[in-house]
């Protein structure tokens, strides 16, 4: 298990024992495993996400991203280890109220194609309504300003059904935004996206983790895209943390051999010193 | 902001309609008139349904016989004393009860269709027909003299056969503690047509022309055995059901998202889903108890209600419930009438009428229904 040491990740990874009590930290897992039909998923994982930052995690197909994202937003109950949000055991809480805290973006989700994008993001207020179910004046105005924010306000008239996956993409994410939480999950967030549109959507929630003080985490299969918006990168493999801390101690040439088993170049990115992967191809023509 | 220009700020959003035009989205404001103008709707021809009939009376009198018995005036009336009974004893409990039923049956349908997301989803789904049918045929087969508060044998073993057999499902679609929607489903089939055969054998084993004619008439619904007994039998039971689905009835739109979407805007999933599934089956199971099976009714109101309208269930069950009110009573209107003086059993117009009806919306709303 190789674990690369970084200044940053050696302040703020104390041993996890004891919920924390300054409210800095907004979601932590401590020794969380799971393993599904007695094959190990994801093996004593420890996490933190602290407001006002992006956490990346990548890794290679079925090393546990998908997993961890649905453990930590308890759609799985994980077999052992514990799970901490905003201080309070994740089970503990009632579903309405979890809502409002934490939100999830998922990978491809199905969406009912006779609802409209308007309808669609509005479900994002669910936890606020009351026992009628009836939206009130903020509950729309916070729907519009998150249409906006996202730019999907034109398509609000159109269904589902009309929209291209890119864009049912974006009403779920501004569906997570209306839904004003402060923990941000995200499950490949800009997978059906053009580069355009991956580049806006992780600028806006990259802008609204530092603006709202949000705490995020989303996975990424582009090692390149993670590097530039993340605050901190987990990198997994087999279910296991093989290495974590910011972009220029994750992306180097011997973890990624090590986990992906290719060779790659890293070099610094010319306007931002950030890591840039490129993979060393032994094209036939050269 | 907006470019259509149709919404002026965040006061006024909701979708007015949609570009293709397949869906009037009414705005809140508008909803309170709407479902006023159906409950307007349905006292009309309640009001043309107590009129129609073998012995005619002008709707113009019956509205006239309503208000002498709403201002209690006892002076005599100018009409004969026979109308009084035909309107008050025969008509309007068989008008009420036709009312109730559709609107019973048209709002669980829209239930079960949202809950099994699946368009071809009706009241009887899950076992409700084929239980309330085997409780009937076993009340006529058998001759119980079972009475209670003015309710014979056969909406008792009926209302009892339904919520059996639902209960029976349910339990045997739980697989692993968590009842999943596909079992649930094949479940409901299977033991719909176990229970079917059982019925099937009771009616060949009587061989008695009478009650076999009486079973088949049963298990085609009709409203000719209607007394105030069976109105206040489904009156308080629609009263509440209709309002505990209204309550869920955003939680049902939030059903319509894969589960764990639905778990991470805040609903408890399997709750839910059980609070919804008790209460349609509760509404549907005193529905046929007290008229038999009738088809259609619950397939196709709220589609025609859901294309008009949208998907909204907050608007859909409540205008699910009037719009299956008037159908109802026009439905039982012509089963009296069409063969008079013998009558139809009203499942023969609702399918007649349904069906075809069915068949247009398929064809004109093929992209919907393929949802």
């Not at chain 1, 992967?277 to 050269?286: A, I, Q, W």
Request: with cysteine.
């Amino acid at each position: 298990m190789i674990r690369k040491a970084s200044p940053r990740s050696n302040t703020l990874w104390q041993p996890a024992l004891s919920p924390p009590t300054d409210g800095r930290i907004m979601l932590e897992a401590c020794q969380v495993t799971f393993s599904f039909n007695g094959t190990p998923v994801l093996d004593k994982v420890d996490l933190r996400l602290e407001e006002g930052k992006m956490i990346g995690v990548i890794g290679p197909n079925g090393a546990g991203k998908s997993t961890l994202v649905r453990l930590l937003s308890r759609s799985l109950t994980p077999a052992s280890g514990r799970i901490w949000l905003n201080g309070q055991n994740l089970d503990q809480w009632r579903l309405s109220d979890m809502a409002r805290v934490l939100t999830v973006v998922p990978q491809l989700p199905q969406l009912p194609p006779v609802f409209t994008a308007w309808e669609m993001v509005l479900m994002g207020r669910t936890p606020y309504l009351g026992w009628m179910g009836r939206e009130s004046e903020h509950d729309r105005a916070a729907t519009r300003q998150a249409m906006e924010e996202t730019k999907i306000w034109h398509l609000a008239d159109r269904l589902i059904s009309q929209l291209s996956g890119g864009e049912q993409q974006r009403v779920v994410i501004t569906r997570a935004l209306a839904q004003e939480p402060q923990v941000l999950l995200l499950d490949e967030p800009t997978a059906h996206l053009d580069i355009s549109y991956q580049v806006e959507t992780l600028s806006l929630i990259g802008r609204l983790v530092k603006e709202r003080r949000l705490a995020a985490l989303a996975i990424f299969h582009d090692l390149n895209l993670a590097a530039q918006y993340c605050d901190e990168l987990v990198l997994l493999q087999q279910g296991r943390v093989v290495a974590q801390g910011s972009p220029n101690h994750v992306l180097t040439p011997s973890t990624l051999r090590q986990v992906y088993g290719i060779e790659v170049a890293v070099i610094p990115h010319p306007h931002n010193g950030l890591p840039v992967v490129l993979p060393v191809c032994d094209s036939p023509s050269r | 902001m907006n470019p259509s220009g149709k919404w002026t700020g965040p006061g006024t959003p909701l979708p007015v309609r949609s570009p293709q035009k397949d869906a009037v989205r009414p705005r809140p404001g508008r909803q309170g008139l709407l479902l006023l103008a159906g409950l307007a709707a349905v006292a009309v021809t309640a009001l043309l349904g107590v009129a129609w009939g073998s012995l005619s009376i002008p709707p113009a009198t019956v509205a006239a016989m309503f208000w002498r018995r709403a201002v209690g005036e006892v002076a005599a009336a100018p009409w004969p004393a026979v109308w009084e009974t035909v309107v008050f004893d025969i008509r309007l409990p068989r008008v009420i009860l036709a009312a109730l039923v559709g609107g019973a049956l048209s709002q669980a349908g829209a239930v079960y269709q949202g809950l099994f997301r699946n368009p071809l989803a009706d009241p009887y789904l899950i076992g409700i027909s084929s239980g309330a049918g085997l409780g009937a045929t076993i009340a006529i087969a058998l001759g119980l003299p079972l009475r209670w508060g003015g309710l014979g044998a056969v909406p008792l073993l009926a209302f009892v056969g339904a919520l059996g057999a639902t209960t029976l499902v349910y339990i045997l679609s739980r697989t692993d503690g968590r009842p999943s929607v596909t079992t649930l489903l094949l479940a409901g089939v299977a033991l719909g047509a176990f229970l079917s055969s059982l019925t099937t054998f009771l009616m060949f084993h009587t061989k008695d022309a009478f009650q076999t004619m009486h079973i088949f008439g049963w298990l085609m619904g009709s409203f000719a055995l209607s007394n105030w007994a069976k109105v206040w039998m489904l009156g308080p039971a629609l009263a509440v059901g209709g309002a505990l689905l209204r309550a869920y009835a955003h939680r049902l739109n939030v059903l319509q998202l894969d589960d764990e979407q639905a778990q991470q805007l805040g609903i408890p999933v399997e709750r839910t889903r059980l609070v919804l599934i008790v209460a349609a089956s509760l509404v549907t199971a005193t529905a046929v108890a007290v008229s038999g099976v009738i088809g259609f009714v619950g397939l196709i109101v709220p589609h025609a209600v859901r294309l008009i309208w949208g998907p909204d269930h907050r608007f859909l069950l409540p205008m699910s419930v009037l719009t299956g009110a008037v159908f109802m009573i026009l439905a039982d209107g012509l089963a009296r009438s069409l063969l008079s003086p013998t009558e139809l059993p009203v499942g023969v117009v609702t399918a007649f009428c349904g069906a075809p009806f069915f068949l247009y919306l398929l064809r004109r709303q093929r992209k919907y229904v393929h949802s």
